[in-house]
């Protein structure tokens, strides 16, 4: 069973980003998953949202988590 798998980035000593990556579920086959990629990034990141865009990724939905003020923004590369 492949799990989620959390790569951390730094620079020096400080830490500059973070990405999980997660395995498709289990009924969902590699053809439907293997050419698309999706991040989720702060609404307050304006920095990361403007390199994604500038990436190719696309805007797919803006969602708050219950108790958080600031949503997050799920975008997508490819299909």
């Known amino acids: 069973m492949m799990r989620n798998v959390l790569e951390v980035a730094y620079d020096g000593e ?6 999980t990556v997660r395995p498709p579920a289990e ?6 998953t293997s050419a698309v990629v999706e991040t989720h ?4 990141n304006e920095d990361g949202l403007r390199f994604a ?3 190719g990724f696309v805007e797919v939905e ?3 988590l219950p108790g958080d003020s600031v949503p997050f ?3 997508r590369l490819g299909a």
Do not use: F, N, Q
């Open 41 to 44: 990034i702060l609404a307050s």
């Open 62 to 64: 803006t969602y708050l």
């Open 27 to 32: 009924e969902t086959s590699v053809a439907e």
């Open 53 to 55: 865009k500038a990436h």
């Open 73 to 75: 923004v799920e975008l």
């Open 14 to 19: 400080v830490l500059v980003g973070c990405s």
